[in-house]
């Protein structure tokens, strides 16, 4: 039997329950399918970071070089697994086209705005909807073992601070002065004061209670299997829990959201790039804020009494194997950085699938040819960070309010 909904978010990621919420707040009677758990994808064990400073996208100039030195590495940062797949060919060449400075300088102006605008509704959510996350603004310090990434830091955070993003160019006595646990021999640093972060899988578990208790309804073993198309709209989608028939639709599957799709005639150019994360009991008064090793690429996050380890990208398109060469590689990050070792007591090992777009923006509208269906992914490594500001625009877009950004550079519509 076809039940009928108001809205339905596929998806219950930090991206899907923060549009459900939104949605709820603008007077929509919203249903979130989720083919698994509540926040059982990469809005789990990810580093928790909200971080403006990190509105540079992947796709920047010399990021052909690096992966291309990189890829066939398997413990290197960035990973792709050889084999011969036709979407991950188009999406490389459109990777490569917008790794240029031009593209770059359009970018940051959206990233920056839907960061920050993030980073305020944050705050708001955490105190209005008593969220017990371990949110915290403490700032995010970046590390540059070399003097050439020192450089390139610099020159980074100089182009931020065009946007708005205030940032302190650190040498390496004042680095070791606010984080004394790192090596003295440390080129130099850069702290982010805006920046927060907190405890993914609290925060969006935390969030979608808020949201049932307030009369939403998620359904979760609720995995989507086809569509029914009339009209330029969905009539309705079938899940394993059974049939609806929609007025609206969100797609807010993550890198799931391609495979979803496709049923619907829908090509989105979005690559599933699997992070790890390492999570173990804090050592004691080693790091008092969110730190970025830069050169390895890894970040390291301090939650509550126990502390994560996350990095790496790999493509290998859609699995959940976890190789152990890779995770050995982000245990061995630190050592470079920090005068103690990080010992992992009580160490649970995570991977999960990040979307990742071509350009690096996210993909956030309505596509062509389904006028019913709202769009919300390819938010790279930044999910948690744009995930309010995502859930807010997908709310104003459905119901015809002044968005909380310019949705035009972010519209699935700039990939037909």
Sequence with gaps: ??????????????????????????????????RDEVCSGSSYGNAGWIVPSHSVPLAAPGAVFKGLRWMFNPESPFYIKPRLDLDLLRW??????????????????????LS????????????????????????????????????????????????GIPTRVLSSPEVVEMAPAVHSDIAGGIFFDDDAHLKP?????????RF????????????????????????SVETSRGGFRPDQVVLAAGAWSPGVARDLKLKLPVQPAKGYSITFDAPEGVIPF?????????????????????????????NLDIKERRVDALRRGPARY???????????VWCGMRPLSPDGLPIIGVPGGVSNLIVATGHSMTGVTQ???????????????????????VSPRRFE
């Excluded at 490389?92 to 705005?113: I, M, T, Y």
């Excluded at 371990?134 to 970046?142: F, R, S």
């Excluded at 995930?387 to 550079?409: C, F, N, R, W, Y």
């Design 1 to 34: 039997m076809t039940q009928q909904r108001d809205v339905l978010v596929i998806g219950a990621g930090v991206i899907g329950v923060c549009s459900a919420y939104y949605l709820q707040k603008a007077g929509r009677r919203v249903t979130i399918v989720e």
């Design 92 to 113: 490389l060449l459109r990777f490569r086209a917008a790794a240029n400075e031009r593209a770059v300088r359009r970018s940051l102006p959206v990233l920056c705005g």
């Design 116 to 163: 920050s605008a993030s980073l305020a509704l944050y705050k708001d959510l955490v105190v209005d909807e008593a969220l017990d996350c371990l949110y915290e603004q403490t700032g995010l310090m970046g590390l540059y073992k070399t003097d050439r990434g020192y450089e390139v830091g610099i020159e980074e955070a100089r182009v931020l601070e065009e946007f």
């Design 201 to 209: 899988d609290d925060f969006v578990n935390g969030l979608a209670s």
């Design 212 to 235: 049932q208790e307030q009369g939403g309804e998620i359904l979760t073993g609720a995995e989507v299997r086809g569509f029914q198309l009339g009209g330029g709209r969905i009539e």
């Design 290 to 318: 969110p730190i970025m090793l830069a050169e390895a690429r890894m970040g390291v996050t301090p939650l509550g009494p126990r502390m994560r380890l996350a990095g790496t990208l790999e493509l290998s398109g859609i």
């Design 338 to 348: 920090f005068n103690s070792d990080l010992e992992r007591a009580n160490e649970q």
């Design 387 to 409: 995930g309010p500001a995502t859930g807010k625009l997908v709310s104003e877009i459905a119901t015809g309010q002044t968005p909380i950004i310019d949705p035009s550079p």
